[in-house]
């Protein structure tokens, strides 16, 4: 199987596969209004080259089967990351009826493959307890640093 480069006409999947993602993450109710944000996000950003996201499309059907979306931050450099850029993984996605088949792991593959080919050193995520798994096979580690956030 190969992960190919989302184009902007993949957006509705994109949205479709992020939904599925944080339906598993949030239980409960939540609305849609989102969506539509979202889906015009995923079109500017990947026609621009801003973001990245790599998709495996399903077996023999319409639509997509798996993705994993990341941009690249930049920032000032330090001792640990002189140029300062940084990558982050968010979206990583499977439809519940294709899992255990690799798909991720080949979005992962070739997303880190293209920050790798864009001089990026170091990337970040935020992993489930099952993707965790998946993330420590690729060599991520969990990091010291808390995580904090303010919401206006």
């Given at each position: 199987?190969?992960?190919?480069?989302?184009?902007?006409?993949?957006?509705?999947?994109?949205?479709?596969?992020?939904?599925?993602?944080?339906?598993?993450?949030?239980?409960?109710?939540?609305?849609?209004?989102?969506?539509?944000?979202?889906?015009?996000?995923?079109?500017?950003?990947?026609?621009?080259?801003?973001?990245?996201?790599?998709?495996?499309?399903?077996?023999?059907?319409?639509?997509?089967?798996?993705?994993?979306?990341?941009?690249?931050?930049?920032?000032?450099?330090?001792?640990?990351?002189?140029?300062?850029?940084?990558?982050?993984?968010?979206s990583v996605a499977t439809d519940?009826?294709?899992?255990?088949?690799?798909?991720?792991?080949?979005?992962?593959?070739?997303?880190?493959?293209?920050?790798?080919?864009?001089?990026?050193?170091?990337?970040?995520?935020?992993?489930?307890?099952?993707?965790?798994?998946?993330?420590?096979?690729?060599?991520?580690?969990?990091?010291?640093?808390?995580?904090?956030?303010?919401?206006?």
């Amino acid at each position: 199987m190969i992960a190919r480069l989302a184009v902007p006409d993949d957006a509705d999947e994109l949205v479709r596969l992020r939904a599925v993602m944080l339906r598993s993450l949030h239980a409960g109710s939540w609305t849609d209004d989102w969506r539509k944000h979202a889906r015009a996000t995923l079109i500017d950003r990947l026609a621009a080259g801003t973001m990245a996201a790599f998709v495996v499309d399903r077996p023999e059907a319409t639509g997509l089967a798996s993705c994993a979306l990341g941009v690249i931050e930049e920032r000032l450099g330090g001792p640990g990351n002189p140029f300062g850029r940084s990558g982050y993984v968010f979206s990583v996605a499977t439809d519940e009826d294709m899992r255990r088949r690799g798909f991720s792991r080949a979005c992962m593959t070739a997303l880190l493959d293209w920050f790798r080919d864009r001089g990026v050193t170091k990337v970040d995520l935020r992993a489930s307890p099952s993707g965790e798994p998946l993330y420590r096979s690729l060599g991520f580690e969990r990091t010291p640093d808390p995580a904090m956030r303010l919401r206006f």
